[in-house]
């Protein structure tokens, strides 16, 4: 190894250990659209995901308080005994919980059918009502008639039960783009979004600058947010602590103070879930495989920047 390399990279951990290679750490101050004091109501409820995580159910509720959420993310358990463990660990851990649910089959009507199945059992299930029940709905090779079914029912569902339930803007869904969602959005005004823009910027290969009132509208309809950061060519950067990300880490936050500012001003239940992905949605190195960062550290950085700007 060369002095100057040598150097370099003594500078970095050096200048790493200090906290100069984080712009990231900015984010943690207000903004000044959230300086106001929230109004009574308001509490903001930071959430786990056990994608990626390897252990039991417990396990994984237990790693969760300890780092501090207020709960868990979860695709709703078919399986009765399933249920009995994810419900005895909430418990356990007094931590809340949003249900997934969604289908995968590739015809519409055996689709939607598994789909009202399932809602209707994590909506319904008087053991543990969820704080919400985020939806991957539809697909996106579905006509905007046959989507538009996933929305009605839901509607209907969370009438009867008062459980909020959300649509999510993701990849493969009914709400794979911004101007697809932009039609949902007019046509249906009952219609909650599940945040996840990292998909949009993905699909669109930009950060939406062209497509703003799209965007607004979006943010205006969102009740949950999924906080990952994507970026132009993938929908998770790789760190989102490291200086390169700094414009499109600013960007999401940006997006997020916008929902942020509304649910403090109405008083109301703000959740976010920290969603960054394990391999290969993390990215890794060739023929290893090794991720090139820790997902688990970076969702609890998250978190905690996500609490401290937006409590």
Known sequence: MNQSRRSFLKS???????????PYGDMTTKPERLKEPAKAGFRLMILATNW?????TEAFCAAAKKEGYDGIEVWWPGEAAQQQELFDALKKHQLEVGFLCGGYQPVWKEHLNSFKKTAAAAAGNPA????YINCHSGRDHFSYEENKAFIDFTSELSAKTGITICHETHRSRMLFAAHVARQFIEKNPSLKLTLDISHWCNVHESMLGDQQETVALALAKAEHIHARIGHAEGPQVNDPRAPEWQA???????WWDVIAARKRKQGE????LTEFGPPTYMPVLPYTQQPVADQWAINVHMMKTLRTRYQ
């Open 12 to 22: 970095s951990s050096a200048a790493a250990a200090a906290g100069l290679f984080f």
């Open 52 to 56: 990626g995580f390897n252990g039991s």
């Open 128 to 131: 543990q009502k969820p704080v």
């Open 248 to 254: 499109v880490v600013k960007q999401h936050f940006d």
């Open 269 to 272: 239940t703000m959740t976010v």
